[in-house]
């Protein structure tokens, strides 16, 4: 009896100890190879790479070398080269310790998605210099836009017990190259910013430093009033400006590689250098100022709107052009993707190539406040390529939004490209198992945004699952489908933001709360009526277009070029206007919402067909979040086709299967969200 017991309790052990929960992410090589690694520097970092080989690595002795090489300096200091031969032996050659780290990693990827053979011969250095996180994690432990629980960061347990989260995450982020975090909200408290935080900031610093990934924050703009008593926040004051100083010298005397602030100002009621008649530029190069000494920086957010009348898409173009080339040069200027809030698709912001004498980052969002939560599989290396190869024509032909930001058009000292985490503290990181692949595509793209989609999935696939071509190949299909099977069953043709108030999960085009910002309201967006759908945003209406570059303002701006995919964002388009497939735009309309739900289900398929690939229980986690996926879709498209026939008046084509909800109990649905978020 006894026995039997001990024996149950071996195999719940071993059973929790090979608990396939996701918490390895895409890091699930076989450790303990023991092989012979050999390094000409000593370090923290250096000893990292060493450890991580030694374990992994099935080949023969790699030596990790520290080269005083021009070539490779030239190549910025994250740059490495690989050469050498897996049954041979193999050197990693960096001119910097971060250079071999990252090298190390390679070398790893290409042994587990099995790219090893054969000579290797690898030179690399990234497209950004700053590659960084924005956790949206408020210091009471709740996440803003969050779907995988609470933050990971415990400030009320540091700096007594250090949560050994701290290292995996460390570990998982430099082994894609990312090389910053912004630790808190950009909705930032004061608080942030007092010395006690500051001693528990540092502690997080510090584990993360090994693996160069520097630690920033995001500041409060009002702090020196409400945190440090003066009477005034004013950028232009110099108590003000002292105060900033001081608080910097502080900051740098605890943490000596702090990267800098990240700063949401007078956006969204936060506070900001316009409550004290100043601007961006006053309130940006006040803190560039007090960090120049340090060697910090300032990455000041372009996310601003007001209820004036003005067309939201069009608001931060108007109020950052005329500022550009006045900033100091350690201020970049970070910009959502799109004109207006990480919508599922956007036409990309206007003041990328605009800016031309000012640097400016993307702000990408990996958490889906806008793509069913950690709900729907969405993997968003697509969207962000689309993005990124987008012409801006703002230097004739073929000048992308990567090229306007990389350095490659504009060489301003700073490149960067953020990524809003989609970071918490339950088992598997990110709440949906897919919704890893969506943190290591940020990474890769931006290390190298020449990657294809392909590429991307193809590498997290079969390094979190299986390269076995009976999963990988349907799977990876599934992935790249998946962003616009996303937008067909939530918001085809350009239509934008008709979420459900607040909580940006379901549909809820009809929305209309008494009182409220009316751009906060879906129907400012969809402008729904008798006649037909959309935004003008031509000429002839908000002329939003006018932002773009000639000859992209002028495909934008006509009906008949203005692509498809984009129509609703810049039209508004008669209800019977001909579509190119010679469809109305109302039975397009219906047959997109179509397409997506039986996009969803065909994720089913191709799902429930990859049970014998890997184990059960991530299998049945995601095949659990498909169903729920599938529901949705099949909500999007009711709710939303129900709710705009009421305006076009015109049947559901009959071959489309039948809405199965009533729009009225539709509408009467009330998620309750809120604490999820
Ligand atoms: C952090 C959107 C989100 C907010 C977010 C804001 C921003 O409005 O809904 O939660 O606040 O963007 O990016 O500042």
């Known amino acids: 009896m006894k026995q039997s017991i001990i024996i149950f309790y071996i195999f719940l052990l071993s059973a929790g100890l090979y608990a396939e929960d996701g918490s390895r ?30 374990s992994q690595w099935k080949g023969a002795p790699i030596q990790l070398i ?30 910097t310790e971060q250079g071999l780290l990252y090298g190390a990693y390679h070398l790893l990827r290409l042994q587990e998605t099995g790219n090893d053979a054969g000579i290797l011969n690898i030179e690399e250095s990234p497209g950004y210099d700053i590659r960084i996180l924005n956790h949206w994690d408020n210091l009471d432990g709740t996440v803003e ?36 975090t912004v630790l808190n909200n950009v909705n930032a408290t004061p608080r942030v ?62 943490i000596p590689d702090f990267g800098g602030f990240l700063v949401k100002a007078n956006s969204e009621g936060l506070p900001g250098p316009q409550d004290f008649g100043r601007t961006h530029v006053d309130g940006a190069n006040m803190l560039a100022d007090a960090l120049k000494p340090h060697n910090g ?23 950052f052009m005329p500022l550009d080339g006045m900033f100091r040069d350690n201020v970049i200027i970070q910009i959502k993707n799109g004109p207006i809030d990480f919508q599922p698709r956007e036409p990309f912001s206007p003041l990328f190539g605009a800016m031309k004498k000012t640097a400016v980052m993307p702000e990408l969002q990996i958490t889906q406040e806008y793509l069913g939560f950690s709900n729907h599989l969405v993997f968003l290396a697509s969207l962000w390529k689309e993005f990124l190869e987008s012409d801006t024509y703002c230097n004739g032909e073929g000048s992308t939004v990567a090229e306007t930001t990389d350095g490659t058009l504009f060489p301003h000292p700073l490149t960067a490209m953020a990524g809003v985490a989609n970071i918490g503290d339950e088992a598997n990181w990110c709440g949906h198992h897919f919704a890893q692949a969506n943190w290591y595509a940020f990474g890769r793209l931006a290390w190298n945004h020449s990657l294809s989609v392909d590429e ?24 790249m489908d998946s962003h616009e099977a996303a937008v067909n069953y939530m918001m085809p043709l350009g239509l934008h933001h008709i979420f459900a108030w607040n909580h940006h999960y379901g549909p809820e085009p009809w929305c209309d709360i008494p009182g409220a910002r009316p751009d906060w309201l879906p129907k400012y967006y969809h402008q729904a009526d008798s006649v037909g759908l959309g935004f003008d945003r031509s000429e002839t209406g908000s002329n939003a277009v006018s932002q773009y570059y000639p000859p992209l303002r002028d495909e934008l701006n006509d009906i008949r070029s203005c692509p498809e995919k984009y129509l609703l964002w810049f039209h508004h388009v008669p209800w019977n206007y001909l579509m190119k497939d010679g469809r109305s735009l109302w ?38 979040r498909l169903k729920i996926q599938s529901r949705d879709a099949v909500w999007w498209k009711d709710a939303c086709l129900l709710y705009f026939q009421t305006f076009s008046n015109r049947p559901i084509p009959y071959d489309i299967e039948r809405p199965i909800y009533e729009l009225d109990d539709l509408k009467n649905i009330k998620l309750d969200l809120e604490h999820h978020n």
Request: charged fraction near 30%; charge should be positive.
């Open 193 to 254: 910013l007092s010395k006690e935080m500051l001693e528990k900031v540092k502690i997080v610093a510090d584990i993360l430093r090994p693996y160069h990934i520097k630690v920033y924050l995001s500041i409060n703009f009002s702090s020196p009033a409400s945190l440090g008593g003066l009477s005034t926040s004013d950028p232009l004051n110099s108590d003000v400006r002292q105060w900033w100083k001081d608080k910097a010298d502080e900051i740098y005397r605890l």
């Open 145 to 180: 836009r969050g779907y995988a629980g609470r933050s990971i960061w415990k400030w009320d347990e540091l700096p007594n017990r250090i949560s050994p989260r701290y290292v995996e995450y460390a570990r998982a982020n430099a082994s894609i190259g990312i090389n910053g």
């Open 297 to 319: 920086m300032v990455m000041w957010r372009a996310f601003v709107y007001n209820p004036d009348g003005e067309d939201r898409a069009k608001q931060a173009y108007k109020e």
């Open 66 to 95: 520290i080269v005083n090489s021009k070539e490779l300096r030239n190549r910025g200091k994250d740059a490495y080269r690989i050469t050498g031969n897996k049954l041979t032996g193999v050197s990693v050659l960096a001119s």
């Open 25 to 54: 992410l895409w890091l699930r090589a076989e450790s303990g190879h023991n092989a012979t690694v050999t390094a000409n520097k000593q370090s923290p970092t250096v000893d990292i790479a060493k450890q991580e080989l030694k």
């Open 456 to 479: 991307i999935a193809d590498e997290w696939i079969r390094m979190t699952f299986s390269g076995n071509p009976g999963f990988l190949n349907p799977v990876k299909e599934m992935m």
């Open 587 to 624: 039975d397009d309309l219906c047959y997109k919402y179509d397409t997506g739900v039986k996009q969803v289900r065909n994720f089913q398929r191709i799902w429930d067909q990859s049970e014998k690939y890997i184990d059960a229980e991530r299998f049945k986690e995601v095949q659990s």
